[in-house]
């Protein structure tokens, strides 16, 4: 059964820190890694990443992939405080099918 | 910009009823899904349609059943509701396309309250 594990659960960081959210994969077929932020409604993509080693950027948030030891992680830098929402991780493998991680809850106080 | 739509934001049902949840999406996407989400649980697949009339089983379809009669929109069924489906149920959407079909775009979701 595939599977994909998060963490931490939660965390609260103050505005200005750095934050490093962690994914771990196993997915017959595995075809791409995927992470969504959600806030109060419905998760909104931010990356795909299907090569190991090649980081994505995008603003502050950041992206890598190590397929080898089936991880991967999200760096936010400078947090502020839109960014608190729930950051989803998913594995793709074999058709059509998308295993989400449970999230991580990250708070942002001023 | 990609627009996912469904019916409700919120509903309230009585334990037997049949429910339907609705979504629609605008951007000519081949594949359709259904999810419900859940503290603790995470997003688990219901079903999924990658064409019209086209449907197959996710991880956790028992209870219920799926709609596709027309590319945009892709129906969820509860046949009788039960308290246990009290959920937040998400629809999404994909294209077939090469490099960009894993890529889903997302509903707003449905409350599903069963009583």
């Known amino acids: 059964e595939d599977k994909v594990v998060q963490s931490p659960l939660s965390l609260v960081v103050h505005e200005g820190d750095t934050v490093t959210l962690n994914c771990s994969y196993e997915?017959?077929?595995?075809?791409?890694l995927l992470w969504y932020k959600q806030e109060k409604k419905a998760p909104t993509f931010l990356f795909m990443l299907?090569?190991?080693?090649i980081e994505k950027k995008s603003g502050r948030l950041s992206s890598i992939l190590d397929k080898k030891e089936l991880f991967s992680i999200l760096n936010i830098t400078a947090t502020q405080t839109g960014d608190s929402a729930v950051y989803l991780c998913a594995g793709s493998g074999g058709y059509q099918k998308v295993t989400f991680g449970t999230g991580t809850k990250l708070q942002v106080i001023p | 910009d990609v627009k996912v739509t469904q019916s409700s934001r919120y509903l309230v049902k009585r334990t037997g009823e049949k429910v339907f949840l609705e979504c629609v999406q605008d951007?000519?996407?081949?594949?359709m899904f259904w999810y419900r989400q859940d503290p603790g649980l995470g997003l688990r697949l219901i079903y999924f349609?990658?064409?019209?009339?086209?449907?197959e089983k996710g991880d956790i379809p028992e209870g219920y059943s799926v709609s596709r009669e027309k590319k945009e929109r892709f129906s969820l069924i509860l046949e009788s509701a039960s308290t246990n489906q009290t959920s937040m149920y998400l629809c999404?959407?994909?294209?077939?396309?090469?490099?960009?079909?894993?890529?889903?775009?997302f509903g707003p979701g449905t409350r599903l309250t069963v009583l």
């Open positions: 951007m000519d996407h081949e594949n």
């Open positions: 299907t090569s190991s080693g």
């Open positions: 349609s990658y064409d019209v009339k086209m449907k």
């Open positions: 999404a959407s994909s294209p077939r396309l090469a490099g960009a079909k894993d890529t889903q775009y």
């Open positions: 997915v017959t077929n595995f075809r791409s």
